[in-house]
């Protein structure tokens, strides 16, 4: 059965330092998420993606944060410049479409991210 | 903004019915869904319902939605020991073909007891 994979499984980085989250969508998927849950809170929205562009983002996908699609398979997050309160773990989803029956959006097994 | 809310915690007795419960604000919702979380794994989807359905049903799992009252439950039938998990319930409504941002709730935590 296809899956989201996500790499890393977990990184530890030191504040102020740029890292990036990698991950692989379902094959055949167009629609691409990303949402991260900082311990002990709800999974939160960060951005979706779609032909090649942001198409939504909420209030904490701030200039920090970047998203690309750097070829045919790989989706990923980059934040600049880390800081303590990004810790948590993150988490790609893909779905097939936007609508219909098609929508339902698959996660990946999640990053854990570090920041010390 | 929308907001889902699930209680924390329930526990049930192997064999036993569980009905795990959320409530959720936005009269737009259009998909609602379920999610199981196992430690250290991700969301993996369990079943969702659309907003114009009442009841969905898929093999030892139920979905009841009144959306009067903007509530959602998911009965698991003959709980086992490996249903113990996070469950999520998550929400989202259609706005426009630009994909769709989903809004969780906090996560039941299940437990089964032998």
């Known amino acids: 059965e296809p899956e989201v994979t996500q790499t890393p499984s977990h990184q530890v980085t030191q504040m102020g330092q740029e890292v990036i989250l990698r991950c692989v969508p379902i094959?055949?998927?167009?629609?691409f998420y990303w949402y991260r849950q900082i311990l002990g809170q709800k999974v939160e929205f960060l951005v979706s993606?779609?032909?090649?562009?942001?198409?939504?983002k909420s209030e904490i996908f701030d200039d920090q944060f970047s998203v690309e699609r750097p070829d045919g398979s790989n989706f990923t997050l980059k934040i600049r410049s880390t800081k303590l309160e990004d810790s948590a773990m993150y988490f790609c989803?893909?779905?097939?479409?936007?609508?219909?029956?098609?929508?339902?959006?698959?996660f990946g097994p999640g990053t854990r991210l570090t920041v010390t | 903004g929308e907001d889902v809310e699930q209680s924390l915690f329930l526990s049930v007795r192997e064999g036993d019915s569980s009905v795990i419960n959320c409530t959720y604000t936005?009269?737009?919702?259009?998909?609602l869904y379920w999610y199981k979380q196992e430690p250290g794994a991700g969301l993996q989807l369990l079943t969702y319902?659309?907003?114009?359905?009442d009841m969905k049903q898929d093999q030892r799992l139920t979905v009841l939605l009144n959306k009067k009252d903007k509530h959602l439950s998911l009965r698991i039938a003959d709980t086992q020991t490996g249903d113990s998990a996070i469950y999520f319930c998550?929400?989202?409504?259609?706005?426009?073909?630009?994909?769709?941002?989903?809004?969780f709730g906090g996560g039941t935590r299940l437990m089964v007891k032998p």
């Open positions: 989803a893909s779905s097939r479409d936007h609508s219909g029956s098609g929508y339902e959006q698959y």
């Open positions: 094959s055949n998927h167009l629609y």
């Open positions: 993606f779609y032909n090649n562009e942001i198409s939504e």
């Open positions: 936005d009269s737009s919702s259009t998909y």
């Open positions: 319902i659309f907003s114009n359905m």
């Open positions: 998550a929400e989202t409504a259609f706005w426009g073909n630009a994909g769709n941002m989903l809004t």
